[in-house]
């Protein structure tokens, strides 16, 4: 069926240091995928995206790498900050005949960024 | 901030209710999507509009739903509002890029949802 999972549910870090948070997507039809930051008490923040004619792309200190053979996604920050603690999601976009298609989010991966 | 608003921030209410909540999409966005967060969870896709009409639907049964306005805001309504409904209720507004193929969601704060 159509799930997005992450490998790592939590995941400490020291201020400096770089993260990783995986994801694995299970349709592959989709085509659009998207990193979103939810801080505690608030709606899911853009991080960055990617398109499914792509494996790599990168923004300010963070970079999305998509792997669609095996169907896997990556989020590497660099640098960690302590404002970078929070959950994150990845959701892939799925797409039903002509609909636009909507967003299928895994459960999240908790980010602790230790001083 | 994303320029999503939502409304009320929190509400409370008894098994059997009814509730609506209400979005105000960020400017030019022509599509609003709605979601369902309960506590511990990634986002639940309950129904997507655009331009005024059901552009999509989640796993959700009929009670769940919806409206958007020639303004782009949007209503999500729940009728016999049972315990589990309660989570955070989000709105995500977008303006699908359908030749590049890209439809970017920015959310809204969220109205958390307390059904007793």
């Known amino acids: 069926g159509e799930s997005v999972g992450l490998h790592l549910p939590t995941l400490s870090v020291q201020e400096g240091d770089n993260s990783i948070i995986n994801c694995a997507y299970s349709?592959?039809?989709?085509?659009?995928f998207i990193w979103y930051k939810q801080e505690s008490g608030k709606g899911p923040q853009f991080i960055i995206d990617i398109r499914s004619n792509m494996d790599k792309r990168q923004g300010q200190r963070v970079t999305v790498l998509l792997n669609k053979t095996v169907k896997h996604l990556s989020l590497q920050i660099a640098a960690t900050q302590p404002g970078d603690s929070a959950v994150y999601f990845c959701?892939?976009?799925?797409?039903?005949?002509?609909?636009?298609?909507?967003?299928?989010f895994g459960k999240g991966t908790k980010l602790s960024v230790k001083p | 901030e994303t320029g999503v608003t939502q409304s009320p921030t929190h509400l409370i209410k008894t098994r059997g209710q009814q509730v609506t909540l209400r979005c105000s999409s960020q400017?030019?966005?022509?599509?609003v999507s709605w979601y369902q967060q309960a506590l511990g969870q990634g986002p639940q896709f309950i129904f997507q509009?655009?331009?005024?009409?059901?552009?999509g639907r989640g796993n959700f049964p009929p009670r769940f739903s919806g409206l958007q306005f020639p303004n782009y805001s949007s209503e999500l309504n729940v009728n016999a509002l049972e315990l589990d409904d309660s989570a955070l209720y989000l709105c995500?507004?977008?303006?699908?890029?359908?030749?590049?193929?890209?439809?970017?969601?920015?959310f809204g704060p969220g109205t958390r949802l307390t059904v007793l």
């Open positions: 400017s030019g966005h022509n599509t």
């Open positions: 959701a892939e976009n799925i797409r039903y005949g002509g609909s636009q298609g909507n967003l299928i």
């Open positions: 509009y655009y331009r005024e009409e059901e552009n």
């Open positions: 349709n592959s039809a989709s085509d659009y």
């Open positions: 995500a507004s977008s303006q699908p890029n359908r030749v590049v193929g890209t439809d970017t969601q920015y």
